[in-house]
């Protein structure tokens, strides 16, 4: 019998800085004829294009709208409108699921870039609410807002098959990932940290995030978000002993939920 779960890629693992040879924060989850891109950081269109024709991408669900999560937005539109497909009519705008409030600071970016109407031409562009599961071809949508240093909302991804992937995008320890992820087949979340910040927090340390799978009771955990100039073995490790199904993401890594 063929395997009929979903497909998680990573196309950007990095933290706001790039890794050497990865993208910032991207994921592509294929289900059952849909084609979804979780954030769209710098670097990550072109690794889009190894992995998959960009032509077919049917909705795009950022997270937040820091650079490391967004920047690859723009010359994922300029191929929607001025590729040689685009000129010749055959491409479709992608949905561009943003946060709430978010689409007129897409607009301010765009326009400091180049022109704010590029947005709206290359995209369906739509502002979610966290209280309304969205639609996307096979696959449910849900988002849960996590404390950061801007407003940010995890992603939920649930299959016609009953598999759920969380993504907890960036965000300090907090309760409402454990709440949101609760179920999960597989979670995602940043290990940004080697020591807790101190002041206000907005990110996660390793061993902060396995204490969030085990608290949750998900099987599967996948750090990102970490820089290759951590000891990222070390802290693997402090993560495999609270929770010891833990993973780092690295660049083209696929897991099935
Ligand atoms: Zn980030
Ligand atoms: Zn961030």
């Not at 909302?153 to 990932?177: L, Y």
């Amino acid at each position: 019998m063929t395997d009929q779960r979903a497909n998680l890629t990573v196309l950007g693992c990095s933290p706001s800085w790039q890794n050497t040879g990865e993208a910032c924060s991207s994921y592509l989850v294929e289900a059952a004829g849909t084609r979804l891109l979780i954030d769209c950081g710098n670097g990550a269109f072109a690794q889009l294009r190894e992995h998959s024709d960009y032509a077919t991408i049917d909705a795009i669900a950022i997270t937040h709208t820091h650079g490391d999560h967004v920047l690859d937005l723009l010359p994922f539109a300029y191929a929607l409108l001025y590729s040689p497909r685009a000129l010749r009519g055959e491409l479709n705008r992608p949905l561009l699921l943003l946060p709430p409030t978010a689409h007129e600071r897409m607009r301010s970016i765009f326009a400091l870039i180049d022109r704010a109407e590029l947005l709206d031409d290359a995209y369906e562009v739509r502002e979610y609410e966290p209280a309304e599961p969205i639609q996307v071809g096979s696959l449910v949508l849900e988002f849960a807002e996590v404390p950061h240093f801007v407003p940010v909302h995890a992603v939920s991804v649930r299959t016609s098959e009953g598999g759920r992937f969380v993504f907890g995008a960036d965000h300090r320890p907090c309760d409402e990932i454990v709440d949101f992820a609760r179920g999960a087949d597989l979670l995602m979340l940043e290990a940004t940290l080697m020591q807790p910040e101190t002041g206000i927090r907005g990110h996660m340390t390793s061993e902060e995030a396995a204490e969030i799978a085990q608290s949750a009771g998900v099987t599967r955990l996948v750090l990102t978000h970490m820089s290759d100039e951590l000891p990222r073995e070390e802290l693997l490790a402090q993560a495999k002993a609270v929770h010891a199904n833990t993973v780092l993401a690295a660049a083209a890594d696929e897991y099935r939920f």
